[in-house]
């Protein structure tokens, strides 16, 4: 079993949906990343969360710590959105760069 | 502004070649720098990480090696290429912008195919 789960694996919406990525993860973390990966394969952190919840544009990053469990939210999405999201984490009392991750989920908008 | 480069791009290896990839971070001094390693159709992968110079921990058993002989300086090298070390490679630095923020920053990325 990964120690970072992430679900769905692929997801299809259009445009203006509101998206939910879930992650969920088995051990103690330092931080939570979420990351985008576009198709050239360069990667983007888009929110470092140790707790509560952060916002940025239409993205929104939650986290809760007892149930081990995180989620990303884009709100009205966007064909530019598709892209895979990674959620990674670094355990406790580590480099917040030291990090194990999520398989990813594909998410593709269509106009 | 801190800013981090990765080269090459984009290599082609044959089997049992040397290898080496570069990254370097301006903009900070003393930062922790990563390589991890994306295998076709599989996640990414911690390999190394080093806090300081000269300071490098392994994180999976492999036939890479990973060096840092300068403090914003981070290399990654083989003697002997095998098939399997085909994959994207991401060099990725972490430490606290000026405003006091921690950040993780990725490279763009090196795409090594041996063939």
């Known amino acids: 079993k990964n120690e970072v789960e992430q679900s769905p694996q692929n997801l299809t919406a259009q445009e203006g949906e509101f998206i939910t990525i879930n992650c969920s993860y088995s051990v103690g973390i330092s931080a939570l990343h979420w990351l985008q990966q576009h198709p050239g394969g360069g990667i983007v952190s888009l929110f470092m969360l140790s707790s509560g919840k952060k916002k940025h544009g239409r993205l929104i990053a939650t986290i809760n710590i007892q149930e081990k469990h995180s989620s990303l939210h884009i709100t009205a999405s966007h064909p530019r959105d598709s892209a895979v999201y990674i959620c990674?984490?670094?355990?406790?009392?580590?480099?917040?760069?030291?990090?194990?991750f999520g398989q990813g989920t594909i998410l593709t908008v269509h106009p | 502004s801190q800013t981090i480069h990765q080269w090459p791009a984009t290599l082609v290896q044959p089997v049992g070649s040397p290898l080496s990839l570069e990254c370097t971070v301006e903009g900070t001094s003393n930062p922790n720098l990563y390589w991890y390693r994306q295998a076709a159709g599989r996640g990414l992968q911690l390999l190394f990480y080093s806090v300081g110079i000269g300071q490098i921990s392994s994180e999976v058993p492999q036939n890479l090696s990973a060096s840092r002989p300068q403090d914003r300086q981070f290399i990654l090298s083989s003697k002997k290429l095998l098939l399997s070390d085909s994959g994207f490679y991401l060099c990725?630095?972490?430490?606290?912008?000026?405003?006091?923020?921690?950040?993780?920053?990725f490279g763009a990325g090196s795409r090594l195919t041996v063939l």
């Open positions: 990725a630095w972490s430490g606290r912008r000026p405003s006091g923020a921690n950040v993780l920053t």
């Open positions: 990674a984490v670094a355990a406790g009392g580590t480099s917040y760069g030291k990090l194990t």
